[in-house]
């Protein structure tokens, strides 16, 4: 969210001057700090663009705006409801989150949301003034061709001469379905793929990481997966960089619906060979792309479909063919470039 918020400042037209706000809300003493310094700020503003649905937070703009007529944008890239649904939460605790996310809306003058099919659903809801603002990615600032850093990289990681079948996110662990995910596509491939030279790479961490490193112990895969775990995000290039081929599945279900992710304008950007999901806002900018499997039979036909294609590539041995496309989508879909001139336009109005 810090990069977010850097992005699309950053790339702001000069005659806006923003100020970037980054508060710890652990303990009572910081939890008063961030409401202090956000309520004084509101003195000061003409906009604030949140994003958080953190009650302090929310409570301190909401008393900007009654003390000051300071402005409020609200930025939300999740359904909150569905999120605690599928985290397998107990029905009081998602009945709650859901009356919570209901006051959260009503209280900004405007809503920015990072998925198309969000933006419908809102407005359905009767939220008129909704903005659609993807996660983005500043492309000028990616490198995608260094192969001597790569190599470099490749060795130091014990990838060298392998191809490298790649995720990089978060590892969330489904309750209901009992499995890791993402993680569970990567072994789906490993596993129907066990004759091929294929070696599973994983960057991130999260409560799934041990049941994913349990998976592969389970199928006998310890010794063709290597874990780097959470990396820093200015090291997500180079990373990225020895990936052949790099996985973006998203399960099918309501909350991935309403998505972007900020992993996938990454991966279009850093001209690796994707195969995604044709879930959420996947399925919209990569149409017709060749990188988009469908995800309607659920996961054990997913997994076949996806293991076909990975061999299918392995085989043809082509993993820059349609590189330069994604990131053209990129550029078009999710440069900080685009996508600030949409905040752009809502800071002027709502200033005005």
């Not at 603002?133 to 492309?139: E, F, K, N, S, T």
């Not at 030279?197 to 592969?216: A, E, F, Q, S, T």
């Amino acid at each position: 969210m810090a990069e977010r918020a850097r992005g699309l400042s950053r790339h702001l037209s000069p005659d806006i001057q923003t100020l970037e706000y980054y508060h710890d809300t652990t303990g009572l003493l910081g939890t008063w700090r961030c409401f202090r310094e956000l309520f004084r700020g509101a003195r000061y503003l003409d906009v604030i663009y949140l994003i958080s649905m953190h009650p302090v937070r929310l409570l301190a703009v909401f008393l900007g705006r009654l003390f000051y007529s300071t402005r409020i944008i609200l930025d939300t890239g999740d359904i909150l409801y569905e999120e605690a649904k599928t985290r397998g939460d107990p029905w009081w605790k998602c009945l709650l989150i859901s009356l919570w996310e209901s006051i959260c809306l009503r209280v900004p003058d405007a809503l920015v949301v990072r998925g198309s099919y969000h933006k419908e659903l809102l407005q359905q809801q009767g939220f008129a003034d909704v903005t659609f603002i993807p996660d983005g990615v500043d492309c000028s600032a990616w490198d995608s061709e260094n192969p001597k850093r790569d190599q470099r990289l490749r060795e130091e990681l014990g990838l060298a001469g392998k191809v490298v079948l790649g995720i990089m996110s978060g590892i969330a662990w489904e309750p209901h379905l009992r499995i890791p995910s993402p993680g569970w596509d990567l072994v789906a491939c490993l596993v129907r793929l066990r004759d091929m030279p294929l070696h599973g790479l994983v960057i991130g961490d999260g409560p799934g990481l041990p049941h994913l490193k349990k998976l592969c112990r389970v199928q006998s895969l310890e010794d063709r997966v290597t874990f780097v775990g959470r990396i820093p995000y200015d090291r997500i290039p180079d990373y990225l960089g020895v990936i052949d081929i790099v996985l973006h599945t998203a399960l099918n279900n309501k909350m991935s619906e309403v998505r972007t992710t900020g992993k996938l304008p990454m991966f279009l950007a850093s001209g690796r060979t994707l195969i995604a999901s044709a879930v959420g806002e996947a399925r919209r900018v990569l149409k017709d792309s060749g990188m988009l499997l469908p995800f309607d039979d659920g996961l054990d036909v997913y997994g076949e479909s996806l293991a076909r294609h990975v061999a299918q590539l392995v085989k043809a041995g082509d993993f820059n063919r349609i590189c330069a496309l994604g990131q053209e989508i990129a550029r078009r879909e999710f440069d900080y470039h685009v996508l600030a001139l949409r905040l752009y336009e809502l800071v002027r109005t709502l200033a005005s």
